[in-house]
């Protein structure tokens, strides 16, 4: 299944939690920090006047808290607003 975004949203998977400290102790799945760096899965189609900064394939830094989680296919997508990219990672 293929999810399109619409407006000014876009479609990102975000990265892997640390399960682990750097001293090696081993965190539970709730004292794990939730990411805030992700790749752009999709994006909406382009729009004259909507300003699209990434493309699919992109990493990003995003607002914590931000966006709606969704499940599609076995795979855990979040939808966010374009306003919640912080940044794009080079």
Do not use: H, N, W
Request: with cysteine; net charge negative.
């Amino acid at each position: 299944m293929k999810i399109k975004p619409l407006g000014d949203r876009i479609v990102i998977k975000k990265c892997e939690a640390e399960d682990k400290t750097k001293s090696g102790i081993v965190l539970p799945g709730q004292a794990q920090e939730k990411p805030q760096m992700a790749e752009v899965v999709e994006v909406p189609e382009p729009q004259e006047d909507i300003k699209i900064p990434v493309k699919v394939g992109d990493k990003i830094i995003f607002e914590k808290y931000s966006g709606t989680e969704i499940k599609i296919d076995g795979q855990e997508l979040t939808i966010i607003k374009i306003e919640k990219i912080l940044a794009i990672i080079e």
